[in-house]
């Protein structure tokens, strides 16, 4: 495994790492779930994603629970709040009382003391950026979080943050975790530009496309037990699944055959290929995921391959 600065900090972290949406606690049966995480860490993966609305606690208990076999000092874990967990007015957005709440839920659920990144799932128009800042700034200070984050927040939105913690002298936000894969590159217009200006890294999920870009779909046909087969959750990927998809992914694949690398494997070397981006985050639900997707750090992008990959992408 192939470590990164997280942004500026000191803070290592693989460069692949395993994340619990959509499938622990959800659709992975739990003894499926703790062979894919314990195969995650013996390949050097370090860096573990959960957050409380992933089956409100129950991906965070998973993941937690199966990493409680390892020294804690081994392994990064993250949570996050935003989204509603109940349905009073305050069981939702990034309020004090909101944020307070649900890390020590989250810590309690997951039998912790701190985590090491807490994110802020999104931008919460209703409360005030510095209102949350102080709020997670008290908690690291209390030491039950390390280092803190955003996710999918706009550059301006990031900027606003930066820009308030510093005039408060509260902890800055060093992380933001957007979606990114070769379909959707909305980050390297300004998100990027404004990360890398204020040593904010990127970690990613969705590299794959929700499994598009493992070129299983192809021709449209969906294989039993993949996500666009579960009702529940097909609807982030449904809007992917069209001809123009299928033939990039085609023309992509045979890019990967021709540098001797699967088309996940491609598609997250193009990912790495990004400095500001410190980890890829993948979603598998076997062992065998794990396995073959950590190769990805071992691919070596030439600026020919890079170009091909563009032309295809358009």
């Known amino acids: 495994m192939k470590y990164r600065r997280l942004g500026k900090t000191g803070l290592k972290v693989s460069e692949i790492s395993l ?54 000092e081994s392994y990064v874990i993250t949570t996050k709040a935003f989204w509603p967990m109940g349905e009073g007015p305050n069981d939702r957005g990034l309020s004090r009382k909101h944020v307070m709440e649900q890390v020590n839920a989250s810590l309690k659920r997951m039998n912790l003391d701190y985590v090491d990144i807490f994110y802020c799932h999104r931008y919460d128009p209703e409360t005030p950026v510095e209102e949350t ?33 510093d005039k408060s002298l509260l902890d800055r936000i060093v992380v933001n975790q957007p979606m990114y894969n070769m379909f959707n590159r909305y980050i390297e217009k300004e998100v990027i530009p404004v990360s890398e200006k204020y040593g ?54 045979a890019v990967a055959s021709d540098i001797n690398a699967t088309l996940p494997e491609l598609a997250l070397a193009w990912i790495l290929r990004q400095p500001n981006v410190a980890s890829a985050l993948i979603g598998a639900s076997k062992p065998e995921q794990v396995e073959q997707n950590v190769k990805a750090i071992d691919v070596e992008l030439s600026k020919e391959v890079i170009e091909k990959i563009e032309s295809i992408l358009g």
């Open 19 to 72: 994340g619990s949406w959509l499938t622990y606690g959800k659709s992975v049966e739990d003894s499926l779930a703790a062979k894919t995480i314990h195969k995650a860490y013996e390949l050097g993966i370090n860096f573990f994603d959960s957050a409380n609305v992933y089956e409100r606690g129950e991906g965070e208990k998973v993941m937690a629970q199966v990493l409680k076999e390892y020294p804690r």
């Open 133 to 165: 800042l102080r709020a997670i700034d008290d908690l690291v200070s209390q030491g039950k979080i390390l280092y803190a984050g955003v996710s999918e927040w706009s550059a301006a939105q990031i900027e606003e943050a930066v820009g308030i913690a």
């Open 200 to 253: 904010i890294g990127q970690v990613v999920f969705s590299p794959l496309a929700q499994g598009v870009l493992t070129g299983k779909y192809k021709g449209g046909k969906v294989p039993e037990n993949s996500r666009a087969a579960n009702e529940s959750i097909n609807q982030f990927i449904s809007g992917m699944l069209n001809e123009d998809v299928f033939n990039k992914v085609e023309q992509l694949e």
